[in-house]
Nanobody, 123 residues
Framework: QVQLVESGGGSVQAGGSLRLSCAAS????????MGWFRQAPGKERVRVAR????????DYADSVKGRFTISRDNAKSTLYLQMNSLKPEDTAMYYC????????????????WGQGTLVTVSS
């Protein structure tokens, strides 16, 4: 069973950068799709970015394209989210998640969630 633990959240001023990490334990097949969701206060959880383990292909929400970069280090079983040019509207709890396929990812059929890490961006 996959277990996910996020880290790297914090407070930053607008225009700043943060890098989130997600350490995965358990067997992570190459078919898995992994990535990040976020939930702002009073709002629904939304997809942010995902990466397909088999080929490294990525996809991003329009709101973060060009500012956020998702990557992985398979040797360390760790997923990253580099966040640049942060805006106050990026303030949210960020969750790492894994699905057994990218089709499942887009259907919100996730196999595992992390506990979340808080990102606060001040203006």
């Amino acid at each position: 069973q996959v277990q996910l633990v996020e880290s790297g959240g914090g407070s930053v001023q607008a225009g700043g950068s943060l890098r989130l990490s997600c350490a995965a334990s358990g067997n992570i097949p190459s078919s898995y799709c992994m990535g990040w969701f976020r939930q702002a206060p009073g709002k629904e959880r939304v997809r942010v970015a995902r990466i397909y383990n088999a080929d490294g292909s990525t996809d991003y929400a329009d709101s973060v394209k060009g500012r956020f970069t998702i990557s992985r280090d398979n040797a360390k079983s760790t997923l990253y989210l580099q966040m640049n040019s942060l805006k106050p509207e990026d303030t949210a709890m960020y969750y790492c998640a894994a699905a057994h396929s990218c089709g499942s990812w887009y259907r919100w059929a996730l196999d595992a969630w992390g506990q979340g890490t808080l990102v606060t961006v001040s203006s």
